[in-house]
């Protein structure tokens, strides 16, 4: 969310706007953090003041699907208070890096645009849903069609190499595919390529890596690992365990810190995060997922070469 964050505020600057005053984020721990602080509150309560109260609203799927699909309530409110407001906010919907959704997932989308529509038909007012994405999915917007959406395709246009009026957003990347013999754990493949790791981040004169593994619990066991083998090496976490007041460290080591600088991360990294680095390992279980993780590495230049590792169980 940190991309699409800093997005609003420019956003906001442009037209002389206080983003503060007008963009609210809520994710996981947020909502949690909120409910805490506050008497005498929930959930529920938390989300209806968020989505009342502010013009521009950031979240995470899984808050809107859990808010669409009725699992919020309050004793206080009919069940489908919460997503009947929802409904009603915005004129707007973007869902954005859309590519990464699983088929089941995607499913649950239509549902909740399906369930917007249906409730709002007898209002004037449009509402509009935009899904972004590089590498757009046909079938899914087939699917649109085949509910009744009107759709309407506005695509980039991109080459492969220099050419005049293009800009570059992405360098040349050396990939390789490694396979793993079934009893071989990413943790073992680490430690035995550890030398090679060693290497590459030290051709760089400020290194940064990134490796996504597909677990919370993986991301832990693998973080301690490194921490131990590489001693020179700054080496963090960000995961779905890790509140936002760590991230905002991790990402100052990222750009500040004259040692070498290695992130483990999960899912959480996939979207809302640009990272600046020249190594990449990953995990992935589909191909969505794999464009989307590669495509973390090789945004930024600066590094003299850019390597990538996708792990093939």
């Known amino acids: 969310m940190e991309d699409q964050a800093e997005q609003q505020n420019n956003y906001n600057a442009l037209f002389g706007l206080d983003a503060h005053q007008r963009v609210d984020r809520l994710f996981g721990a947020e909502l949690s953090r909120r409910v805490k602080q506050a008497e005498k509150s929930n959930k529920f309560q938390e989300l209806l003041l968020a989505i009342q109260q502010k013009p521009v609203l950031l979240t995470n799927p899984d808050i809107f699907h859990y808010i669409t699909h009725f699992q919020y309530r309050d004793p206080a409110y009919g069940s489908d208070y919460l997503p009947l407001v929802l409904a009603e906010f915005p004129d707007l919907w973007v869902f ?29 007012r449009p509402r509009r849903f935009l899904f972004t994405s590089a590498t757009p999915k046909p079938d899914f917007i087939e699917q649109l069609r085949k509910a009744g959406f009107k759709v309407a395709s506005v695509e980039g246009v991109y080459a492969s190499e220099e050419k005049s009026g293009f800009r570059q957003i992405l360098q040349a990347v050396e990939l390789e595919f490694v396979e793993l013999p079934k009893d071989t754990d990413t943790q073992t493949w680490l430690r035995e390529k550890i030398s090679i790791i060693e290497n590459l981040l030290n051709a760089e004169s400020k290194a940064r890596g ?5 677990s919370v619990a993986k991301a832990g066991q693998v973080t301690r690992l490194l921490q131990a083998l590489l001693p020179g090496v700054i080496v963090r976490e960000i995961s779905g ?31 809302g995060v640009d990272f600046k680095i020249h190594l990449l390992i990953f995990e ?11 495509g973390r590495l090789g945004r930024h230049p600066d590094f003299n070469a850019y390597t990538a590792f996708k792990k093939i169980h």
């Open 210 to 214: 990134l490796i996504i593994v597909n």
């Open 96 to 124: 954005d890096e859309f590519h990464i959704f699983g088929s089941h997932q995607e499913t649950a989308a239509l549902n909740s645009l399906a369930f917007i529509r249906r409730s709002q038909e007898s209002q004037s």
């Open 284 to 294: 992935s279980s589909d191909s969505a997922t794999v464009m989307q993780r590669l």
């Open 241 to 271: 365990r890790i509140d936002r007041q760590q991230r905002l460290q991790v990402q100052s080591d990222l750009k500040d810190a004259e040692q070498p600088v290695l992130v483990v991360g999960t899912s959480a990294v996939d979207v």
